[in-house]
């Protein structure tokens, strides 16, 4: 075949578009969409033949061309950037192999435009699935530690001060839940992801009778991009899973945060295995947190891919262009693959983070963070208001602080004596009763409300958490078989059209 595409432009294409537009785009994706492009080509053929619109004799030529290039790779496909992009490459081999007369139909009724919209949404759904896979591997194990450590008692914290009590089992579990709305969110992006364009031409689609229901069902989609203009014009799918991505990496990045924080020398309630650290050229006593900075830098570098490609779009005209469905699209193939090694990281460390359980319960009774209790034991016990409680318990905490004393140094005395300095009068609590009110691991058993941190509670969330993620593995293996289940369809009813 020729290297010119178009009898339109009388020069070849200038060697600098080659060398900075298109050969790195083909050597950067030909190989990516080469799967799903066979699959497109040969649902296309398909239907085309069924609607009559190529003859028996080019429709078997065409079926035997493309299952020998889907059989023999990528690699055997010699790539001509004159040829622009991966489709005329793909379709220069192809008639090489059967012909032009035969190899030249394949084009009947279709576009580039249509055609790269329809390869986008199947590469994007992939995505989908895989990074859907992933975060569930990852939320599985935190629900397995929110449930081993709940009653590994460790300080909560508000703006990284010490707060109220709370257990590491109930850190997890919260990290699971927010990992649950992740997936919800690329759960949600399929509905508008896995739909045809195909049929829809360059924007108007064709005067042909084809079958644009018949094509989305070969190649496993849900239904149909109506609007043939809105069809190549949109990649707002794309958008929408990169926004997912990136709150994705949002999460791990605030995760990943926390552990910073609770690895260092200063708080070491938190540990990793050497395994997933490392150290320094010139400092033999480092033990560097390498994974959780590389977490946290990957979210500003997904980030960064979101802006770029809204960038890209936003001042496009509705319509197919380059810079809004190449450049757009671009990073959401990288974010994809950044995503995908990302989350096998948190998955590790989710894993593998141990808690130094003597040394939370230790912080956690120094460092006053059951004092909310004491209070609410003056609300219930002496018929307080809470902000008459708040202040003699914030006295009491002072004193205490003054005195060298812990948490579990204060006394009724204590109380008493910010009591009648506040109020003027004591309160005459049991000794018994502020002892177990300042008590964290106490604290924590008596929040049993839903959602709360007492180990039954914890519990009872990771159990029905656990359910609602068997589910939702069976969705996504429901949605993995559909696909399947239309491609071994392709396959079989190609290859008849072959015989």
């Known amino acids: 075949m020729e290297s010119k595409v178009s009898r339109r432009l009388t020069e070849k294409v200038a060697q600098e578009v080659c060398d900075h537009i298109y050969a790195p785009r083909l050597a950067r994706d030909f190989k990516s969409v080469f799967g799903h492009?066979?699959?497109?080509?040969?649902?296309?053929?398909?239907?085309?033949?069924?609607?009559?619109l190529i003859s028996p004799q080019a429709a078997k030529a065409l079926a035997g061309g493309l299952l020998r290039m889907e059989a023999e790779g990528p690699d055997v496909v010699e790539l001509d950037p004159q040829r622009e992009d991966s489709y005329f490459n793909y379709e220069a081999h192809l008639i090489k192999l059967i012909g032009t007369d035969a190899g030249g139909r394949m084009h009947i009724a279709r576009s580039r435009n249509d055609l790269s919209a329809g390869l986008d949404r199947m590469r994007a759904r992939d995505l989908?699935?895989?990074?859907?896979?992933?975060?569930?591997?990852?939320?599985?194990h935190a629900l397995d530690g929110a449930f081993r450590f709940r009653e590994?008692?460790?300080?909560?914290?508000?703006?990284?001060?010490?707060?109220?009590?709370?257990?590491?089992?109930?850190?997890l579990a919260g990290v699971a839940q927010s990992l649950e709305r992740d997936f919800g969110r690329l759960s949600d992006a399929w509905a508008r992801t896995n739909i045809s364009p195909l049929g829809a031409g360059a924007l108007a689609g064709t005067?042909?009778?084809?079958?644009?229901?018949?094509i989305a069902t070969s190649l496993g989609f849900d239904g149909l991009v109506e609007n043939t203009l809105d069809a190549v014009a949109t990649r707002d799918f794309g958008l929408e899973i990169l926004n997912g991505l990136s709150q994705i990496a949002i999460g791990w990045s605030r995760v990943?945060?926390?552990?910073?924080?609770?690895?260092?020398?200063?708080?070491?309630?938190?540990?990793?295995?050497?395994?997933?650290?490392?150290?320094?050229?010139?400092?033999?006593?480092?033990?560097?947190?390498?994974?959780?900075?590389?977490?946290?830098?990957?979210?500003?570098?997904?980030?960064?891919?979101?802006?770029?490609?809204?960038?890209?779009?936003?001042?496009?005209?509705?319509t197919n262009t380059i810079d809004a469905n190449r450049e757009g699209m671009r990073g959401v193939w990288e974010a994809g693959e950044e995503v995908l090694r990302c989350l096998s990281l948190f998955d590790l460390i989710i894993a593998t983070g141990r808690p130094n359980a003597a040394l939370m319960k230790r912080r956690v009774t120094e460092d006053f963070a059951s004092a909310t209790d004491l209070a609410d034991i003056l609300v219930r016990d002496a018929d307080l208001s809470f902000r008459e409680a708040h202040h003699i318990v914030g006295a009491?905490?002072?004193?205490?602080?003054?005195?060298?004393?812990?948490?579990?140094?204060?006394?009724?005395?204590?109380?008493?004596?910010?009591?009648?300095?506040?109020?003027?009068?004591?309160?005459?609590?049991?000794?018994?009763?502020?002892?177990?009110s300042l008590d964290p691991t106490a604290s924590v058993a008596g929040r049993t409300l839903p959602g709360g941190p007492?180990?039954?509670?914890?519990?009872?969330?990771?159990?029905?958490?656990?359910?609602?993620?068997?589910?939702?593995h069976a969705a996504l293996a429901d949605k993995r078989g559909r696909l399947q289940k239309a491609r071994e369809m392709l396959k079989r009813d190609l290859a008849e059209l072959a015989a």
């Open 37 to 52: 492009m066979s699959d497109l080509n040969q649902a296309h053929v398909l239907m085309l033949a069924r609607c009559g």
């Open 152 to 171: 590994a008692v460790m300080p909560g914290y508000t703006h990284l001060q010490p707060a109220q009590p709370v257990t590491y089992g109930f850190f």
């Open 396 to 436: 009491v905490v002072r004193a205490a602080m003054d005195a060298g004393l812990a948490a579990d140094g204060i006394t009724t005395q204590m109380v008493d004596d910010a009591a009648r300095d506040q109020l003027g009068r004591a309160i005459g609590l049991d000794a018994d009763l502020v002892r177990r």
């Open 128 to 140: 989908l699935l895989d990074a859907s896979q992933a975060l569930l591997s990852v939320e599985e």
């Open 256 to 318: 990943a945060q926390d552990y910073h924080v609770l690895v260092s020398h200063e708080f070491q309630t938190v540990e990793f295995p050497d395994r997933v650290t490392g150290t320094s050229s010139i400092m033999p006593q480092k033990k560097n947190p390498v994974v959780l900075e590389h977490l946290k830098g990957k979210a500003g570098h997904l980030l960064g891919l979101y802006v770029a490609s809204a960038t890209a779009v936003k001042g496009t005209h509705f």
């Open 207 to 214: 005067t042909f009778a084809i079958d644009r229901h018949a």
């Open 454 to 472: 007492a180990p039954e509670a914890v519990a009872r969330s990771v159990e029905a958490a656990q359910a609602r993620l068997e589910a939702r």
